[in-house]
């Protein structure tokens, strides 16, 4: 891994939003991620949790996201 070695890991936020096309639950939080300017692109997962929050996300959002920092946290 990336961060064994002494280098930064990609900002969870960042990792959202470029994903793309993927076919699973993750592609539509990671379209409105794109679409919110006000989404914390060099944020930590949490950080990302509070703006869904702040935003009224259901829970299927939260189990998306809770898929997507598994597959973050994989690289």
Same mark, same amino acid.
């Given at each position: 891994? !990336? %961060? /064994?070695? +002494?280098?930064? $890991? /990609?900002?969870?936020g960042a990792w959202l939003?470029?994903? $793309?096309?993927? +076919? #699973? ?7 409105? *991620?794109?679409?919110?300017? %006000?989404?914390?692109?060099? =944020? @930590?997962? /949490?950080?990302?949790? /509070?703006? !869904?929050? %702040?935003? +009224?996300? #259901? =829970? #299927? *959002?939260?189990?998306? !996201?809770?898929?997507?920092e598994l597959d973050w946290? @994989?690289?």
């Amino acid at each position: 891994m !990336l %961060a /064994e070695y +002494g280098q930064a $890991k /990609e900002p969870f936020g960042a990792w959202l939003i470029a994903q $793309k096309d993927r +076919g #699973d639950w993750i592609d539509p939080i990671a379209a409105a *991620a794109r679409a919110d300017r %006000a989404f914390p692109r060099n =944020g @930590s997962p /949490e950080q990302v949790r /509070e703006r !869904l929050r %702040a935003m +009224g996300a #259901d =829970g #299927d *959002a939260f189990a998306a !996201l809770d898929d997507a920092e598994l597959d973050w946290m @994989s690289f």
